[in-house]
């Protein structure tokens, strides 16, 4: 019908407005802002960047720190769902398990910072305990150099997003794949592979991508509970944007845009992918 | 069984930290080697509802809050409409645009619309930061209402537009209480997001708009223990009250609100 069509075209412009006005504008300027210097354009920022030694390091180390956080956090909030997904029907099991998302994540680095310090939570019931004798015994889990800390809150407060992203599928999963599966022989792993794994792929690669996305940008926790060296990206970037010399500024720009586009591109081919083989399984299903 | 080893797992991982915080709000620092503490004390909110940036920053939060959640509510149930309603050429490139927010840094947007919002007035200015909380929130709402509609289908809407429904009415009647699962969780999880900005705050509000975050990280460097604890619970419970108090406006406000006996349809 084609009134309906003009209708419906006409209900996307809230969003497109959005789009066009503050994600896509902002992108754009930042582009733009990486590459001006004086009236020219130029990728010498983007030279100067890869000169800079702190870059390096702290790319290094956020890769690494977000890569940990985003695996463990697909594979425990998985671990979760499997064996629990029944239970987590119900509503008031549901709400348990998104507690950690009432709060932000910051106040959860916070919760970190004084459970895990070496005079926090369990250093005392540790020395209660007569583990060990002193504070200085406890091992250094907050503000060090490996990003122990920062990794323990992201996976801690983003198992519960993970749960929130695939609990639908695992409702909406039918059993009879995987009766069918077992009667033709298969073992619980093999069954898990063939009839569950193809549903709640895409489902992972999408939630991990939001996290991976999210983690390697993100300022709050690292802020926390991080050293001065090795910085998490974002801590590396504001540094840049407020130093008090201008000259610091594009690389502000230059770097955040570097690994933006980094991450985009990659989660475009991911996604691109998945979705392809979202689709086919779809079409199988209603055939 | 399995429900035991559930129970003591999420109490572990989820329920204890809430417990722990609030704990500490009461009873204050456990010094290293020394007894738990165990004499309750409500000094710390008293100092937390003293200090006056404190309430002026709860007022800003919410109402930044509440304005985001509408743009939110705007844009996702005409946008949620259209891409699980109608099929048209493009759609998935649209949609996929439109989701982009989320696998970017919300960092770049920010810094980028720094220099225009300065030039604008928007930057130092309530509007200027509620327009940037769009930016983490928008996506999951289109989200949530894409599969809002697609659990409604276009059964029930064909039908109402048999029987003569003007499409208002059709909103009103068909859409709007089917919608409100959707409804509810982009409450929840806009205002949450909105509560956890730092950074965009930061930026765009240049110090002017003074958030609760805002007041939240200086804090973490002075203050006691207590405070600290009493402040953190804060954050869960405004979300945990605006949500309250929407529900009880939304059931003035949507029809069949009234579920005793009805509840089964």
Excluded at chain 2, 140 to 155: A, C
Aim: proline share 5%; net charge positive.
């Amino acid at each position: 019908m084609k009134w309906q069509r003009v209708n419906n075209t006409f209900l996307l412009i809230p969003a497109l407005l959005f789009f066009i006005f503050i994600p896509g504008l902002g992108i754009v300027l930042a582009l733009l802002e990486s590459v001006r210097s004086g009236g020219t354009i130029t990728f010498g920022h983007y030279v100067d960047l890869f000169e800079e030694e702190r870059f390096m390091t702290s790319f290094l180390f956020s890769l690494t720190v977000t890569s940990i956080s985003t695996i463990l956090s697909l594979c425990i909030g998985l671990g979760i769902v499997k064996a629990f997904s029944p239970l987590l029907k119900e509503n008031k099991h549901k709400l348990i398990v998104w507690i950690p998302m009432l709060v932000p994540h910051f106040v959860w680095a916070y919760l970190v910072y004084s459970l895990f310090n070496q005079s926090g939570f369990y250093s005392n019931v540790f020395g209660m305990a007569g583990w060990i004798d002193d504070r200085s015994q406890f091992p250094t889990l907050v503000q060090e150099r490996k990003g122990i800390g920062i990794i323990l809150t992201y996976v801690w407060k983003e198992v519960p997003f993970v749960t929130l992203m695939l609990l639908p599928v695992y409702t909406t999963l039918s059993k009879s794949y995987k009766e069918i599966a077992s009667l033709l022989g298969a073992g619980p792993y093999k069954a898990f592979w063939v009839a569950e794994w193809p549903f709640i792929l895409p489902v992972l690669v999408e939630t991990g991508a939001i996290l991976f996305a999210f983690i390697f940008t993100a300022y709050e926790v690292p802020q926390l509970l991080g050293v001065t060296s090795p910085q998490m990206l974002a801590i590396l970037a504001y540094d840049w944007f407020y130093s008090g010399t201008w000259s610091d500024r594009p690389l502000a720009f230059a770097s955040l845009v570097l690994v933006g586009l980094g991450i985009g591109f990659v989660m475009w081919l991911l996604i691109y992918f998945t979705n392809k083989k979202r689709m086919h399984i779809t079409k199988g299903i209603r055939n | 069984m399995r429900k035991l080893l559930f129970y003591i797992i999420s109490f572990l991982l989820f329920v204890f930290p809430l417990l722990f915080l609030v704990y500490k709000s009461f009873f204050g620092l456990w010094r290293w080697g020394s007894p738990v503490p165990v004499e309750p004390g409500i000094r710390a909110w008293q100092v937390l509802i003293n200090e006056g940036q404190f309430v002026d920053a709860i007022g800003a939060s919410v109402w930044i809050a509440i304005v985001v959640l509408s743009i939110n509510l705007l844009i996702g149930v005409t946008s949620g409409r259209v891409f699980s309603l109608s099929s048209y050429r493009g759609k998935s490139i649209v949609e996929a645009l439109l989701m982009l927010p989320l696998f970017l840094p919300v960092l770049v947007v920010a810094i980028g619309l720094h220099i225009t919002f300065i030039r604008y007035g928007l930057a130092d200015h309530w509007t200027g930061v509620a327009l940037v909380h769009l930016v983490p929130t928008i996506p999951y709402s289109i989200k949530m209402f894409k599969t809002g509609y697609e659990r409604i289908g276009t059964k029930l809407i064909e039908q109402s537009a048999m029987l003569g429904g003007s499409a208002f009415q059709r909103f009103y009647h068909i859409e709007l209480p089917l919608l409100l699962p959707s409804i509810r969780s982009v409450l929840f999880l806009t205002i949450v997001i909105s509560l956890s900005q730092y950074v965009l705050t930061a930026i765009i509000g240049g110090g002017n708009v003074v958030t609760l975050s805002m007041v939240y990280y200086p804090f973490t460097d002075t203050a006691d223990e207590a405070v600290m604890a009493a402040f953190s619970i804060v954050f869960a419970l405004i979300p945990i009250m605006l949500y309250i108090i929407l529900e009880g406006c939304l059931k003035f406000l949507l029809p069949y609100q009234h579920p005793r006996g009805r509840k089964n349809l």
